[in-house]
């Protein structure tokens, strides 16, 4: 019963999605309050019904209904909650529902948090998010029934993939989700805008808070995802350049990029054409990426075609709306008036060079991921774009745009100095120039590590000595500093933190290069010399888990004849798919890592073993929590919760020059 | 979720042999210089039952397969040009996970170049559009006058 409420919710979701798209829209049309004004409780409605449809479906994995079809593929009875209620997204009907289930929320958040916003904005943004729900709730009623029951009911489910079976599948996809369904709201922000022909800066103030949200969540989505593969798979790999991953980093680098050009309209009025394309942008690649996932597109090109319901659907939304979105711009912003004027040399012109940077990465990502499945189907020729390419052609992008990022931030609006902004970092050149003879000197080869790291020593010290300047200039002394540092806007925080998180993040990478493994074949008692650790096996035995049994062995980590940690590397077994999986034995020493995987065991009581030191590697997962919590930063300033927050006093209050 | 279908997708390889490893401790050569040489190679062929893995991260028997080929290539004598050649002379180039450089992969691999170029040129063309257009006209001699009233000197000419 509670099953078919759900299904039946979906469906008058669906209708209100409707209803949300087309009254709200013509209430701004004829200038009619009353009808603008149903855009709100529509959007509220909508969520609080597909909140009610993913609880009653997640309520039937909870008690393993397995007169679902759902339950059965994805489910067992003996399975732990967590992945009860976690397996719900583990699959393509649940994922679809949480993708519009994050995909109302934003609407419904839209709906509370837009006061401050004329009227008729929000409604035909409001009318926008509608559409699109209404959209994606059709594909899921026609093509991906989550709530769909079979008869008789079998006695036990099919299990999850044990694969997913991890807290990492708890945590990554509804983050990813937030961050990439959430570019919806500036998408719609931008065709609404675009509709009433108005675009300034309050507009950027009210779409910059969105962008950022999304962002962030993005941001810890995607490095989520990278450190659960890493833990998971098996061999410490975190990134394969594979399309499904892409399908993520597109649209966080236009993210990025939008940001930037963001600050740029909201403080300067500027780059507002620009700014209202990459806000179509960011969502128009959500849009493909989950065309590309959801399609089977990627599987094959041939599976696609001889089975093409879902794609084809997908396709035509995706066409609908970035078409739609492409041609209102196409209409409209060719009358969008100039903004403010700029000297090359300023804040403005490195935020334009960082986008022309940005976007060239996002295409070459883009380019990357679509070429072979072109190229597929038009010659029938395969070829394989993997990491060899993409590392290839991004890094000559990406070492640069490192370097210029504190330059950036050094630079005033308008008009800037660039070889006062230059001075301004001798600091971090002269300790970056050190930390490229320190690596030379300590590792060596590669050169790319060396050099890499170098710049992300660099990158790391410009980006805070930022704050350390403004901190410092004519302050009396270190408390006077300190007041100095604590009265900075937040925002200049967020800034310094971001880059200097992406510095964090490249040192990490650049140390992949310094990796140690050792593959072995060890028994009990043996042991294995990896970078500065001895790893000692110690032990090997069995032991049942909640729905699986593991062998696992016990290895000692030494150094200096001391043992500093303990790991334990396991081979899972889970007889209801009779699926195996590796668990490795990873313990983080100072900033790097030791980590083990099992291989196979032999007749003689040895067992093959993989283990790795991987100095600094969490570097790359820290780094993302810093860029992260630099956005947070940025979205706590209060200058920019002025577009989201009830506008407290008169407009904009005067601001102490930045 | 992307992750996931690709965990699946890998999961569906890795389904055999119980806890396989990449390059197993067996498959090793015994010159260290070759196995090296073998290991660069291998992280740029592709696992071609897996997505975008090479055979050298890949846990799949065919990636097993393919490693062991390439191993006993080099073990021969092959340069590593050889030794690759071999293995994209039976597998296609596929089987490159850095596609070579050809006709049909002009445009993949100038796609940054293009993007480049043209957004610079796009960004030229607005500037020199936008000095022409938003260069400030002189004051006329009335609005002179009127500053000069305030008793604000006018700006230079220029």
């Known amino acids: 019963m509670i099953v078919e409420t759900g299904h039946f919710a979906l469906i008058l979701a669906f209708a209100l999605a409707l209803a949300q798209a087309v009254i709200p829209f013509a209430g701004a049309r004829l200038g009619d309050g009353a009808l603008m004004r149903v855009a709100r409780p529509t959007a509220l409605m909508q969520f609080l019904l597909v909140a009610f449809a993913y609880g009653a479906l997640t309520y039937a994995h909870v008690v393993s209904d397995f007169s679902l079809v759902n339950v059965i593929e994805n489910s067992h009875s003996s399975k732990p909650l967590i992945y009860k209620i976690s397996g719900v997204w583990g699959n393509h009907e649940g994922s679809m529902l949480l993708w519009v289930l994050v995909l109302s929320l934003c609407g419904a958040l839209i709906a509370l948090f837009s006061s401050a916003m004329p009227a008729k904005l929000r409604a035909d943004t409001l009318s926008v998010q509608g559409l699109l729900g209404a959209a994606f709730l059709l594909f899921i009623l026609l093509t991906s029934n989550p709530f769909a029951r079979v008869s008789p009911a079998p006695w036990q489910g099919r299990d999850l993939n044990p694969i997913l079976q991890d807290p990492g599948l708890a945590i990554h ?486 | 979720m992307k992750r996931a279908l690709k965990i699946l997708a890998l999961a569906a390889a890795l389904l055999a042999p119980l806890g396989a490893q990449a390059v197993e401790p067996g498959e090793k050569l015994a010159d260290p210089a070759q196995e090296a040489r073998a290991r660069a190679i291998a992280t740029e062929l592709r696992c071609l039952v897996c997505q975008n893995q090479s055979i050298d991260d890949s846990d799949a028997p065919l990636a097993k397969d393919l490693r062991m080929l390439l191993r006993e290539q080099i073990r021969k004598g092959a340069s590593d040009k050889e030794a690759r050649d071999y293995i994209v002379a039976r597998y296609g180039d596929f089987v490159l996970l850095r596609p070579p450089f050809k006709p049909e992969t002009l445009l993949l691999w100038g796609a940054p170049l293009i993007a480049l170029a043209g957004g610079a040129l796009a960004l030229w063309a607005a500037y020199r559009r936008r000095r022409v257009a938003a260069a400030p006209a002189a004051l006329s001699e009335a609005e002179r006058a009127k500053l000069r009233a305030l008793g604000v000197e006018g700006p230079d000419e220029g």
């Open chain 1, 173 to 658: 996809p509804p983050l990813l989700y937030l961050g990439y369904v959430g570019f919806s709201i500036v998408f719609s922000f931008a065709a609404a805008a675009l509709i009433g022909g108005r675009i300034d800066a309050a507009w950027a103030r009210f779409a910059r808070p969105w962008t950022l949200f999304a962002w962030i969540s993005l941001t810890l989505g995607i490095a989520m995802g990278s450190y659960w593969a890493y833990y998971t798979l098996g061999w410490g790999g975190f990134w394969f350049w594979d399309p499904v991953e892409n399908a993520s980093l597109m649209p966080w680098i236009a993210g990025t990029a939008l940001l930037h050009s963001a600050a740029v309209m909201e403080k300067r009025e500027a780059l507002k054409v620009w700014t209202i394309f990459l806000s179509i942008l960011a969502f128009s690649l959500s849009l493909l990426g989950t065309f590309l996932v959801r399609s089977g597109v990627l599987t094959s090109v041939h599976a696609f075609a001889s089975d093409p319901e879902r794609g084809v659907f997908i396709l035509a939304i995706l066409v609908f709306f970035i078409g739609g979105a492409l041609a209102l711009f196409a209409l409209r912003a060719g009358a969008l008036p100039v903004g403010g004027l700029f000297a090359p040399i300023s804040r403005e012109g490195a935020l334009v060079l960082n986008n022309l940077l940005l976007t060239t990465c996002c295409a070459t990502v883009v380019i990357g991921t679509l070429y072979p499945l072109a190229l597929e189907a038009i010659t029938g020729e395969k070829i394989s774009v993997g990491a060899p390419f993409f590392n290839t052609v991004l890094i000559p992008i990406a070492l640069p745009l490192a370097l210029l990022m504190p330059i950036g931030q050094m630079l005033a609006w308008k008009r800037g100095d660039l070889s006062a902004a230059l001075a301004r970092l001798r600091v971090a050149f002269v300790i970056g120039v050190a930390a490229l003879a320190a690596f030379g000197a300590l590792q060596g080869a590669p050169y790319l590590s060396v050099a890499a790291a170098a710049v992300a020593v660099y990158l790391v010290v410009g980006s805070l000595s930022d704050l350390a300047l403004r901190a410092n200039a004519r302050a009396a002394g270190p408390r006077a500093a300190l007041a100095r540092l604590l009265g900075l806007p937040l925002s200049v925080f967020g800034t310094a933190f971001a880059h200097a998180g992406m510095g964090l993040t490249l040192l990490g990478l650049a140390a992949t290069g310094w990796g140690v493994e050792n593959i072995t074949t060890m028994r009990v008692g043996d042991y294995a010399d990896v970078g500065p650790y001895k790893i000692v096996l110690e032990e090997m035995a069995a032991r049942p888990g909640p729905n699986y049994s593991e062998s696992y062995a016990v290895m000692a980590v030494r150094s200096n004849g001391q043992t500093v940690a303990r790991i334990e590397p396991a081979k899972r077994f889970y007889p209801a798919r009779k699926t195996a999986r590796t668990e490795a034995g990873i313990v983080t020493l100072g900033l790097g890592q030791v980590y083990a995987a099992l291989g196979e065991g032999h007749d003689d009581g040895s067992i093959d073993a993989r283990i790795y030191y991987k100095p600094l590697v969490t570097l790359i997962w820290i780094g993302a929590l810093v860029m992260a919590l630099g956005g947070a930063f940025s979205l706590a300033d209060r200058r920019l919760r002025i577009g989201v927050a009830r506008r407290a006093a008169a407009p904009a209050l005067p601001q102490a020059a930045e």
